[in-house]
């Protein structure tokens, strides 16, 4: 339980021109933020460029910041946002959002983690982190809201600006083929 | 199930090392928001100007435009305060305007304030046309014409008599009119002479002690007419008859008999105060 002040109280605070609070509200979420974005695209230049300016999104919109959700939505939904029109500049395909159908899961092996991997972490990590990047996106972005925001499936439904069925279902495909890839013996 | 996280994946991503932003892209991002909350500080006053500046700076507008209109016409109350208690349209009457108007050149102009020019010598009053008819066309002292003698001789005398008279007169601007009758000798002055030539030359229009009263009682247009500046004594004595003075001294020369005097003195005098009601006696 946290004493020290919540995200919104610290939006709000900075948002009367208190810059303290804004530094203890960027020490906080600067690292699961700049980790979700890198994942996604690939490579630091673009997360850096995309990191940067997310927050330079919530430095100007402090003055119009209303406690309507959790300080967390709100900002990785502007990082979704921020994703979307990376994608759309570079030409990238439409965000592979296509919902698998559920047959696929039920071919997906078991899913238990190799018992190798769990003695080797690092090992697990690397082939974690290649499973990651070979998600599709909606999917990839969905475990990652999971991961690094500790958003429920309603919030990251809302930041991603779809049902929470749709949010589900896109978790319960990443998870699956994660461990899909984690349980197969390297 | 899959709904919950799932702790074992949870685990292994967390043991990731985990990516951090360059220390460059940090500052830029703190400097960034401490500039924009030093600015919204600032932003604070400046909405206040913004959204008072207006309405105050109107309503300084209309509080100084208001006290200036309020002053002047406080200042124009005072001035009429000021003016002489006789009754506006009795004062237009009576007295003089200040100024001459050079749009209005028939019009009389102030003797009280004009200055005229000195008096010549008598010797060059003499040798002037007696007629006496002066450069405006008004009358002169007609008084040579039917009593043979020069038209400012017998006027000449009564100077100092007239120029005593209306120094003890009402400093009036009323006065400035038929002060400047006294003058004969100015009515044809060359404009160009000074007033302490004036005075100087004063004195000897003065001398002769024959003059009549007429002669002092020369019509204001005439020295007008003369288009020079009036001496200031001419000035001072016209400014101090009154019309009741110069009623007075009409009378007197009725009574001494000079009619063409008094015919013209009394024409000067409705001229110059055409609302005037005169008395029975001279009408």
Redesign the interface.
């Known amino acids: 339980m946290r004493s020290e002040a919540s995200d919104e109280e610290l939006m709000l605070r ?1 948002g ?4 303290g609070a ?2 203890a509200l ?1 020490r906080r979420h ?2 699961p933020l ?2 979700f974005l ?1 994942r996604q695209v690939g490579n ?1 230049e673009s ?2 460029e995309l ?2 300016d997310l ?2 999104r919530v ?2 919109s ?2 119009r910041y209303e406690v309507r959700a959790k300080f967390t939505s709100w900002v990785y939904a502007i990082a979704h946002n921020r994703l979307m029109d990376f994608y759309r500049a570079n030409g990238r395909a439409s965000f592979v959002s296509h919902e698998e159908s559920e047959s696929v899961l039920e071919d997906l092996p078991a899913g238990e ?1 190799a018992a190798d ?1 769990r003695l080797d ?2 090992r ?2 690397e082939r ?2 290649a499973a990651l990047g070979e998600l599709p996106d909606a999917q990839r972005e969905a475990f990652l809201l ?2 690094e925001s500790e958003l429920s ?1 309603e919030e990251i439904a809302a930041a991603t600006e779809v049902s929470p069925e749709t949010a ?1 279902s896109r ?2 495909y990443a ?2 083929k ?2 899909a890839s ?1 349980g197969k013996k390297s | 199930m ?2 919950r ?2 702790d ?3 685990r ?11 220390q460059r ?2 500052d ?3 400097a ?3 500039r ?3 600015a ?2 600032r932003h ?1 006053g400046f909405r206040f100007a913004r959204r008072w500046g207006t309405p105050v700076a109107l309503a300084a507008t209309v509080l100084v435009t208001f006290t200036l209109a309020l002053m002047v016409f406080e200042r124009e109350s005072g001035l009429d305060a000021m003016a002489p208690e006789t009754p506006r349209t009795d004062r237009q009457a009576k007295v003089l305007p200040a100024e001459p108007r050079a749009d209005q050149p028939g019009t009389p102009s102030p003797l009280v304030l004009r200055p005229i020019a000195p008096a010549p010598p008598i010797s060059q009053v003499l040798q002037r046309d007696p007629v006496g008819q002066g450069p405006g066309g008004s009358t002169v002292s007609r008084g040579g014409l039917g009593t043979g003698q020069p038209a400012f001789a017998p006027e000449v005398p009564r100077a100092p008599d007239a120029l005593r008279k209306r120094e003890e007169a009402k400093p009036a601007p009323a006065a400035a009119a038929p002060a400047a009758s006294e003058r004969a000798s100015v009515e044809r002055q060359p404009p160009a002479q000074s007033a302490p030539e004036l005075r100087q030359q004063a004195p000897q229009a003065t001398a002769p002690p024959a003059a009549g009263a007429g002669g002092l009682l020369e019509s204001a247009s005439t020295v007008r007419s003369a288009g020079g500046f009036a001496s200031p004594l001419a000035v001072s004595e016209a400014k101090e008859r009154t019309p009741e003075k110069w009623l007075e001294d009409i009378r007197k020369l009725r009574t001494e008999g000079k009619t063409t005097e008094v015919e013209r003195e009394l024409a000067e005098f409705r001229k110059r105060y055409p609302d005037y009601i005169l008395p029975e006696d001279l009408r």
């Open positions: 900075y009367k021109g208190d810059a804004f530094e960027y600067r690292l700049y980790r890198l630091a997360a850096e990191f940067q927050w330079m430095v100007n402090r003055g983690i991997l972490r690092k697990a990590v974690l982190l999971q991961q499936i589900k978790l319960r998870v699956a994660l461990r984690l | 899959i709904e996280r799932d074992e994946l949870s292994i991503y967390r043991d990731a090392e985990g990516p951090r932003p360059p892209v940090d830029n991002i703190l960034a928001s401490q924009v909350a030093g919204r500080r604070a």
